[in-house]
């Protein structure tokens, strides 16, 4: 098992670097390609709403990433100090509505839930905790 | 990301390559939102080239809907084409392959908007 971790401020700046981040893990750890995706976009999606919602009328705010390399499993912990919020009490969007009665957001947290494995959340110590995990493909 | 447009017979393309994501997603709902305008006043259609697009988020696939919209709303044929598997997932899973028209390639795309190659 590998760990690495990093801590970011909740800023949109923080972004491109903790994409950085995700990707030197990826290449460091010689993890496949195509297992990348999901992990970029959960990252993106879980950090641009600590962001956009839960630093609201903040600047304290932090995030902080630990992905962990398993046997067959790769794990990604978001944690962050913002206003508490549990993504997963979120209904998921109706995908079959007509263009016109579209959300236009929405969809992050729907895409996370289905391109990762496993996905749980709980508060710890006043910060949200949300774990990701996905198993390797088997090429 | 880049974007790159060329218009030929009555057929506005945008090719767009790199990763469109937050970041992106501004810059990229700006010119999408350009070439909608003037593919209305020539009376083009309006393609997207996906078939270098690497990467898209919740924010990017917004700006597709916004951009399906608008297109719908200004009577511009609008579809898009050649999704690499990461950006065909995002459309599938968010249901977006039933609203926007998806092709798999251009010539597709050209007969689904009404164009000839």
Redesign the interface.
Known sequence: MTVARTTVGAS?SS??PL?SFLSDVWTAEHLPESDR?PF??AL??VF?NVVMHGSEGRTDVWTDVTLEHAADSVQMTIRDNGNPFDPLTLAP?D??????D?P??G??V??IR??MDEVTYRLEDGCNVLVMRKRLRID | MNLTQETQNQTTTLHAQGRLDFEAAGHFQQELEKSVASAATDGNALLIDCGSLEYVSSAGLRVFLVAARAAKAANVPFAVYALTPAVKEVFDVSGFARIIDVLGDRAGALEKVGRHA
């Open positions: 949109a972004l491109a994409q995706f970029e976009l993106e999606e641009m969007p995908i079959g509505a007509a263009m016109q579209r236009v957001g969809l992050g729907h895409l289905t391109l």
